[in-house]
């Protein structure tokens, strides 16, 4: 029994040998032939025959299966538009906005791993506008301003399309600092203040990309526009006109407190308005006109407007006997002349004027720096992105 036992076994052990050299029960070794690599496939954004493009829509090609060989978007004129390449060279997009009206060319190679190149072709055609729309700051480069100054953008025409609009403007600061866009006077201007006076030396850039944007109605951007300025020492200005007196504080600190005589308090059109005003100007001399009350091109000294509601401070040296004790102007603040020249050789644009204690609150009429007479919320939710 042992014997036949063993004879069974190596009859068994040698039929598992055999099988394994047969590679596997006759699978060829090797497996599939490997497949070709797919061609290179081409994108262009946007596509070809594409029309009424905005300027500033994305303009790119991608490559899948392959990398882009050489690339170019021409104008009508045959000029190349500035454009970048990624490192995979996988991508290539504008980097410049395109002009109006116009018919843009893609040419080049996409090559695929096997070397099959395929062509980079096709046209599209950008926006005809039926209108532009320009934009214009009232800040200047390299210019320094006080610590309420608001940056008011200014637009040729009502913008319909405000939340478009209003994702192209941009304010850096440095320090950072929170701050928000207002639309006012209907859609034809857009300012930003930061929700509390500027901190003094605060550094500023202004950025509004619209050119190219779609302003609503078939109005387009007409330019861009950059600015840098810079915020100077902290100077307030608090007014009472019941105390009759105008005080100056530097950093904190009160450095003047003048008598003055505020507008006359029984006539509604010359009070002087309450409410945070800014200083929007100053002249040497200026001619005052206000042809209901009597006067044109009555000339003053040191003039300093701090609203658009004819409201200055100027040496006023025919009222210096009731300057700290009656208001009797038509609106303006009268100082004596040696103290009007002193605060308007002091004076910042964008210096806060803060006046209290009137019967009239400054209002939007009054001028286009009433930024400050609301409260953060109520500015935040003038924002077309509120």
């Not at 493009?53 to 060989?69: F, L, M």
């Not at 100007?281 to 042809?291: D, E, V």
Request: glycine share 12%.
């Amino acid at each position: 029994m042992t014997a036949l036992l063993a004879l069974l076994l190596a009859a068994l052990l040698g039929l598992s040998a055999c099988t394994g050299a047969e590679g596997g029960g006759g699978t060829p070794q090797g497996g599939d032939e490997p497949e070709a690599p797919p061609p290179p496939s081409v994108t262009l954004t946007p596509e070809a025959g594409s029309e009424s493009v905005a300027p500033r829509d994305e303009v790119s090609v991608s490559v899948t299966d392959g990398t882009i060989e050489s690339v170019a978007l021409t104008n009508p004129e045959g000029e190349e538009v500035e454009g970048q390449l990624t490192d995979d060279r996988a991508s290539w997009s504008v980097t410049e906005p395109l002009g109006y009206g116009k018919t843009y060319t893609f040419s080049g190679h996409a090559v695929g791993a096997d070397g099959t190149r395929q062509a980079i072709e096709g046209s599209f055609s950008t926006v005809t506008p039926g209108s532009t729309i320009g934009v214009r700051s009232n800040v200047g480069d390299d210019q320094t301003y006080g610590v309420a100054m608001p940056i008011a953008l200014t637009f040729e025409s009502p913008v319909e399309n405000r939340a478009e609009v209003e994702r192209a403007l941009h304010v850096e600061t440095d320090p950072e600092i929170e701050g928000s866009w207002a639309w006012m006077h209907n859609g034809t201007s857009a300012h930003w203040r930061p929700k509390e006076y500027w901190e003094p030396g605060t550094e500023v850039d202004v950025r509004a990309d619209i050119y190219g944007v779609d302003m609503g109605g078939g109005a387009y951007g007409g330019n861009d526009l950059t600015v840098s300025f810079s915020i100077g020492r902290e100077q307030i200005v608090k007014a009472n006109t019941q105390t009759h007196r105008m005080k100056v504080f530097r950093e904190g600190e009160q450095i003047a407190d003048y008598p003055a005589s505020f507008g006359l308090e029984s006539d509604p059109g010359r009070v002087t308005r309450s409410g945070t005003h800014v200083v929007m100007s100053k002249h040497a001399t200026y001619f005052m006109n206000n042809p209901g009350y009597g006067y044109e091109d009555f000339e003053v000294q040191w003039a300093v407007r701090i609203s658009n509601n004819g409201e200055f401070t100027h040496a006023a040296p025919w009222s210096v006997g009731d300057q700290g004790h009656r208001n009797v102007s038509h609106g303006c603040v009268n100082l004596a002349p040696e103290d009007a020249k002193e605060y308007y050789d002091s004076v910042l644009m964008g210096d806060p004027f803060e006046v209290e204690g009137s019967s009239e609150p400054l209002t939007p009429r009054d001028g286009d720096y009433h930024d400050w007479i609301y409260s953060w919320d109520e500015w935040t939710g003038m924002s077309a992105l509120s």
